[in-house]
């Protein structure tokens, strides 16, 4: 019915003038249906191009064979471990990521054999293998410089939190019923064909994060999940669909504690490394999730800054996104004991030198420093160190000043700059150029050699070794 017919249709001035409204109204709701209807397929055709998976065929899917499904590797370790009949699958990250046109880094493969027989048919292939975590399923095959990890499908039998206690399975939906996300759970046959058991594509399709079944009963697994959880929220830019997930997340954030301190450093740097991690460091310091495992790590405006330095505001190479320098930026060191911090991540020697040297820094850097002082500083302590400490500096005056004066960029800019193209310079001289003065071996040989050295880089670091002789000589002759 035309809006004409609906006029006509109607007598009497109070009727018409309640029809008119009411066809109004109808006319308005035909509309808002076609246009609802219209952005629905819209987004549903932007979902579905943003993955590279076809929908219409197969038990989930099917993606074209990639490059990394199939190097001689690959097809001589799913050969060995397929050849007594048992089928072999890439599952998990590999198949995560392959959808998402992400970067495939490690391939992961998942067999119905049992973990002993995936040793003896790869060692029978001339693979070795490797009995890596053999009591969770899992065995190593190294093919050259490669290495696969296979892992026999599994269900959970007994769990603490940070262990459990397995047993072996053939049934590909029970093994992926106990992975942690939806989008996890994905397993893909050598030709591209994706066995999607929990709706994983869809989710994955809309960037939505959410727990294979209960999340209560996938946390009490493992703790570490609510950490994994925060992390593909910043390396993946998730959303947040299920409210009682994400609130149970912060209400047993409190279990974390009972981690590893390597288990929880490798998620935490994941998460301060990702192009997404201010949003999830934000959360998690909002809910009071890192007050469990880095109460220290209060100042997440100073991260967004520093961020902002690293990737768009800075165009140096030697200025790159460092979860270790974004992890500094968090730190509020007026109450942090650095030498503390790092015992309790078990930060590795050389990590541990580089964070206590810009949390409690034995020089404050400043964009008014003159040449010499910079050159000092940059034989000193080196060129990553000053860019460290310029770039946490410079951060922290933007979250009191978003709009620092003109000079002050500048400043800074010049101290990256020189510490950009800065090369590390040698002191000239040797013990043995005081020996050649006269002086005899003693201590005071050090002690001449210091003098000069603190001359020189006073000067910059500029004095030639001609000019450092003179002044050695000098202070001999003293």
């Known amino acids: ?58 038990p989930g899917g099917q993606i074209a064979v990639q490059p990394w499904m199939e190097t001689e ?20 990250g590999c198949v995560r990521n392959a959808l998402m046109k992400e970067p495939v880094v490690d391939v992961d493969i998942a067999s119905q054999e049992k973990p002993e027989q995936v040793m003896r048919l790869l060692e029978e292939s001339g693979i070795r293998a490797i009995p890596t975590g053999i009591s969770h399923g899992t065995v190593t095959a190294v093919v050259g410089d490669q290495s696969y990890e296979i892992t026999t499908l599994r269900k959970d039998i007994k769990t603490d939190g940070r262990h459990a206690v397995v047993e072996f399975t053939e049934d590909w939906k029970t093994d992926a019923a106990r992975r942690d996300f939806t989008f996890n759970t994905l397993s893909a046959t050598p030709d591209g064909m994706i066995h999607d058991y929990f709706n994983g ?22 703790r570490l999940r609510i950490l994994r959880y925060f992390r593909f929220i910043a390396v993946y830019g998730m959303r947040i669909e299920d409210v009682v997930e994400f609130q149970t997340c912060i209400n047993q954030s409190h279990h974390l504690k009972d981690l590893s301190a390597e288990r929880i450093r490798s998620e935490l740097f994941k998460i301060l490394a990702s ?21 220290e ?7 967004r800054r520093v961020t902002w330095l690293e990737t768009s505001a800075i165009k140096l190479d030697a200025v790159q996104p460092v979860a270790l320098r974004r992890l500094a930026a968090l730190i509020d060191t007026e ?24 949390i409690d820094p034995e020089w404050q850097i400043d964009p008014g420093v003159s040449e010499n002082e910079l050159r000092r500083r940059l034989y000193q302590l080196g060129a990553e160190t000053v860019i460290d400490l310029a770039l946490l500096e410079w951060s922290r005056r933007l979250v009191i000043t978003p709009k620092l004066l003109r000079e002050e960029t500048d400043g800074w800019l ?7 193209e800065w090369e590390e310079i040698p002191f000239p001289l040797r013990g043995q150029d005081v020996l050649d003065l006269g002086v005899a071996a003693s201590p005071s040989v050090a002690g001449f050699l210091q003098t000069v050295k603190a001359w020189w880089t ?11 002789l003179r002044r050695l000589k000098e202070c001999v002759d003293g």
């Open 1 to 58: 019915m035309s809006f004409d017919d609906l006029l006509n249709a109607i007598e009497g001035p109070g009727e018409w003038a309640l029809g008119v409204v009411g066809a109004i109204f109808l006319m308005f709701m035909i509309a808002r249906r076609k246009n609802n209807r219209h952005r629905n397929q819209l987004k549903k055709k932007s979902q579905r191009q943003d993955l590279i998976v076809e929908w219409s065929k197969g």
């Open 73 to 92: 590797a690959v097809k001589s370790v799913l050969a060995a471990i397929t050849k007594d009949g048992k089928e072999a699958r890439f599952i998990g």
């Open 201 to 222: 594509i869809q989710d994955l399709a809309n960037r939505i994060i959410r727990f294979v079944g209960r999340v209560d009963e996938r946390i009490a697994e493992d």
């Open 275 to 295: 192009d997404n991690q201010f949003d999830a460091v934000r959360l998690m310091i909002n809910h009071g999730v890192m007050s469990h495992i880095l109460p």
């Open 297 to 303: 790590a209060t100042l997440s405006e100073r991260l």
């Open 335 to 358: 109450s942090t004991d650095a030498e503390a911090l790092c015992d309790r991540l078990k930060l590795p020697n050389a990590e541990r030198q580089r964070l206590c040297a810009i």
């Open 414 to 420: 010049a101290i990256i700059a020189v510490a950009d």
């Open 458 to 468: 006073e000067g910059g670091c500029r004095a030639d070794r001609t000019a450092c």
